[in-house]
């Protein structure tokens, strides 16, 4: 049987390729297993304080309202502020961090985040067409609620947090008199935004 031996040139050419070859998968499988395992940190605290600001003001001119149908047309519009303020902030936010919003952990978040969001639109739009005003600002804490929950479990450990708060706010305006939903939402909507912002700020890096 004949044993056909490398020459000694090829076997040193080709040694380093493959140890290159295997150190670059290696990198590649640490550098995934450790963006799975990563949190979502890009959360704005600053960007949520100021829509917790907007909805203070949007709770105070909401309240003001006597047709209801007004009433809804205006925190549909802070809705749309707020989600703009949001995400303005957390690209700067990533933007400053160097964390990518198409990253594994921004993925999760979003992800998570986007179908009570999607549900919370969906009643809104059943509500409305039934004018039952009245458990709107409950149903609206209770599903942001259900999804900084959910996007909260990729990210710091004071989202989650917040969301608990809102869907305990939530529950509690079920349980109210009828006429207590700006004062829910200010507090929920408003002044959770801000505190959590606060901290998230503080302790996040803005």
């Known amino acids: 049987m004949l044993n056909i031996q490398p020459k000694r040139g090829e076997r040193a050419a080709d040694e380093p390729d493959r140890i290159s070859d295997r150190a670059m998968d290696n990198l590649q499988f640490i550098r995934e297993t450790m963006e799975r395992s990563a949190s979502f940190t890009a959360v704005p605290g600053f960007g949520g304080m100021l829509m917790g600001v907007t909805a203070l003001a949007t709770a105070y001119i909401a309240n003001s309202q006597v047709y209801l149908r007004n009433w809804l047309v205006i925190w549909v519009t802070e809705a749309f502020l707020a989600a703009a303020i949001g995400l303005l902030a957390m690209w700067q936010k990533s933007k400053i961090g160097g964390q990518s919003l ?16 999607v549900v919370g639109v969906a009643l809104t739009f059943g509500l409305w067409r039934f004018e039952h005003y009245g458990v709107m600002a409950a149903m609206w804490m209770l599903c942001y609620g259900a999804a900084v929950i959910g996007g909260g479990a990729y990210s710091v450990r004071a989202v989650p947090v917040m969301g608990w708060c809102f869907v305990a706010l939530g529950s509690i305006t079920l349980a109210l008199p009828r006429g207590y ?26």
């Open 102 to 117: 198409l990253s594994t952990p921004a993925r999760k978040f979003a992800m998570s985040f986007a179908p009570p969001v």
């Open 181 to 206: 939903g700006d004062e829910m939402m200010a507090a929920s909507f408003g002044m959770l935004h801000i505190i959590f912002g606060a901290i998230i700020a503080r302790k996040h890096g803005g």
